[in-house]
């Protein structure tokens, strides 16, 4: 773990299950194999590529949702609690928040199986991320059709 943050006071995690957020309100939106394109140049997998696919799993459920085109407004603070390498699969589990009239707040969590042992899997960040539903002309419209 960084030492940002343990100086934010976050713990280390403790290994998850294989492939199991153990929380039922949460489902696998996607799963990744990191490459060695995904490194920065201290050789671990660049954070923003794991945001990347972290708005798209977001993404992704709030069209499950019922929205119909979204925009990213808002990811709350996003601390990475352990570092992911090269041939991890990482995993992005999803759950809803809270629906609003034109917008959508989903919890993303994320969790790598190390590609030394699959059977070990950690986890590595989460966030909550806020989608706008918007129209062909980029306007906030009303949700509708919304499971939540």
Sequence with gaps: MSSLASALG???PRPLRRHHVDDSRYQPKSR????PRDTNPAGTIFGGVILSYMDQAGAEEALFQGASRVVTVAMNAVVFLE??????LV???TSL???GRTSITVQVKVSAARHWNREEEVQVTEAEI????????????????SRG
């Design 10 to 12: 976050y713990t280390r």
């Design 32 to 35: 990744v194999l990191m490459m």
């Design 83 to 88: 570092p992911v390498f090269v041939g991890d």
């Design 91 to 93: 995993s992005f589990y």
């Design 97 to 99: 928040v809270r629906v």
């Design 130 to 145: 806020t989608y706008v539903n918007v129209d062909q002309n980029h306007r906030p419209t009303p949700l509708t059709g």
